[in-house]
């Protein structure tokens, strides 16, 4: 035994102790969170609540099955209308994400037209989601001012969204968001859009501390794509 092997030791010991008590601390700490959200109301009725959820990815574009949106969007019709037929099957609803989780289209850019422009690099975000009717009422989520998405929002009517009540919170101030329009823009290779918002989603909680997240929510038969959630 030397000396320099009797530090080497308590060295390697030491380190195996820190690194023992992160990982517990992340454990307590990640056993907490759980039990915060299992014991709380996030504002909806989660899955395993009765609420089954399926990830879908549709081969869509040119040289595929479904070659346009229209195409996209009567396969997705078909399928809810042959899934709710089931007896065991009381609703059935489409969006790009699930309560917690990041969308497929991530977070797009926006400007709420009539107010003062924002530099480019200085603009807000929000998490931008499609989905239909069925999405809402499938997790007992309410619309709670203005109205939900309905038939006549197809994808040749005028763009509409739903906001939800973080948005409201953050970006208006007490003001009214029905009627008011939103500049969005994607951060992949897509276009700008303007969309109309005409509802306000109940807000839903996420882990303990964690920032409100902001929501923008477009009619899937609006912007059909080929990756969303059956619920």
């Known amino acids: 035994s030397t000396s320099r092997g009797s ?14 008590v ?6 307590g700490l990640l056993v907490k969170t759980m039990l915060t959200l299992i014991s709380g109301d996030p504002g909806y009725r989660t899955p395993g609540e009765s609420v089954l959820t399926l990830d879908f990815s549709v081969p869509a574009g040119r040289d595929t099955r479904y070659p346009t949106e229209e195409a996209l ?19 059935v609803g489409w969006s790009s994400s699930l309560p917690y989780g990041t969308s497929e ?17 200085r603009r807000p975000t929000a998490e931008y ?7 809402f009422e ?3 989520l309410p619309i709670v001012h203005g109205r939900g998405f309905n038939e006549r929002d197809a994808l040749r009517s005028v763009p509409v969204c739903l906001v939800n009540e973080a948005f409201v919170r953050r970006h208006f101030k007490g003001r009214d968001p029905i009627g008011v329009r ?21 807000q839903t ?22 990756d969303v959630y059956m619920v």
């Open 22 to 27: 992160l990982l517990l601390c992340g454990a």
């Open 129 to 135: 989601t499609v989905a239909d009717t069925g999405y």
């Open 73 to 91: 969007s009567a396969f997705y019709d078909a399928v809810a209308r042959d899934v709710a037929a089931l007896p065991e099957v009381r609703r």
């Open 205 to 226: 909680s996420g882990e303990p501390d964690a920032p409100e997240l902001t929501q923008v929510y477009a009619p899937l038969a609006q912007y059909p794509i080929g």
């Open 7 to 20: 530090r080497l030791r308590k060295l390697l010991v030491s380190s195996e102790v820190a690194a023992a």
């Open 182 to 202: 939103l500049w969005l823009k994607p951060t992949f290779d897509r276009p700008a859009q303007v969309r109309e918002i005409v509802g306000v989603v109940r």
């Open 105 to 121: 289209l991530g977070r797009w850019m926006f400007e709420i037209v009539g107010d003062p422009p924002v530099e480019s690099g």
């Open 138 to 140: 499938t997790l007992d």
